[in-house]
């Protein structure tokens, strides 16, 4: 039979281009998701001037009506612009890493999954560091709670933020930002290779299907151990054009302890109900690159 494997550029072009295509679809979920996340931290929040969401059904019924349906699209833009170059970052690079470095064998179980964790984690933690300012203005134009916009858009805001905060305002809460993506991509990408490469006769057995399993273990795996840095970061984002002695969290640090004192372990995944939805997406990202790698 004739090899119909398509050149590994055009794989990754319909990866990125899906990608975009299907936040689109979902960036409702994303932007409920962003707005239940940061709101406990929103200076209009904060002096009263705005109720804060009870839950994710409110949050869609209070953006509809006071920001009219468009607003659920509000920061979809760079959030597609990022995701483009953020995947193909991800991939290129794990693929690189698994290319051109020493590995264990896969007969040692324990080395190999560390292995593949670390490439999935490196890979995920240098795309972040790529895209980082087109993730802070995704964040910042979504989080707006009425229909005010605090920036007129993307490059407005990315050079509003460069006026006030300085080139380091755009990449406020960077590190714990490098150390969820790590996490993350850590789980998604080595969590999904382990787990279909050591059960490589259901893979046989039950083709796509097994790689589903493996897919949405390894995403809620990562999930829940990224939420709680995604929310630090998010929200220290927030007020990334003010002074340092302004600011409402001195760091990653400080903003857990707030987060934990005020609201508890539930403040650390508030919005998490959207984004379990949206794992669907991630899901498809991750099956189409095992028709990639498999």
Not at 57 to 62: A, Q, S, V, Y
Not at 82 to 107: C, D, E, G, M
Not at 159 to 184: E, M
Not at 244 to 267: D, M, T
Request: proline share 5%; hydrophobic share 40%.
């Amino acid at each position: 039979m004739p090899d119909r494997k398509m050149p590994y550029y055009i794989d990754q072009f319909a990866t990125c281009l899906s990608g975009a295509i299907v936040k689109t679809i979902f960036a409702p979920l994303d932007r409920t998701k962003l707005l239940l996340q940061t709101m406990n931290s929103n200076p209009k929040v904060l002096s009263g001037e705005v109720n804060p969401y009870k839950n994710a059904f409110d949050c869609c019924r209070r953006v509809a009506q006071e920001q009219g349906y468009r607003a659920f699209w509000r920061g979809n833009f760079p959030h597609c612009f990022r995701v483009v170059p953020q995947l193909a970052a991800s991939f290129v690079t794990n693929r690189l890493i698994w290319a051109y470095s020493p590995r264990p064998k896969s007969t040692e179980y324990w080395k190999s999954l560390t292995w593949k964790l670390f490439a999935g984690g490196v890979s995920g933690a240098f795309a972040q560091l790529l895209c980082y300012p087109f993730d802070f203005a995704r964040t910042r134009l979504a989080s707006d709670l009425t229909s005010t916009k605090t920036f007129k858009g993307t490059y407005d805001c990315i050079s509003t933020t460069i006026k006030h905060g300085g080139v380091p305002g755009l990449y406020r809460g960077l590190c714990v930002s490098l150390t969820a993506a790590f996490v993350y991509r850590g789980w998604q990408f080595g969590g999904f290779q382990h787990m279909v490469q050591t059960n490589s006769s259901l893979h046989v057995l039950f083709g796509v299907w097994s790689a589903l399993v493996a897919a949405t273990i390894s995403q809620t795996a990562a999930g829940f151990c990224r939420y709680p840095f995604d929310t630090i970061r998010r929200r220290m984002m927030l007020d990334s054009e003010v002074a340092p002695s302004g600011r409402l969290y001195q760091n990653g640090r400080h903003c857990f302890k707030e987060i934990w004192k005020a609201e508890g372990v539930r403040g650390l995944y508030r919005g998490m109900g959207p984004e379990i939805l949206q794992n669907v997406i991630a899901l498809s990202f991750v099956l189409v690159y095992s028709a990639v790698k498999l």
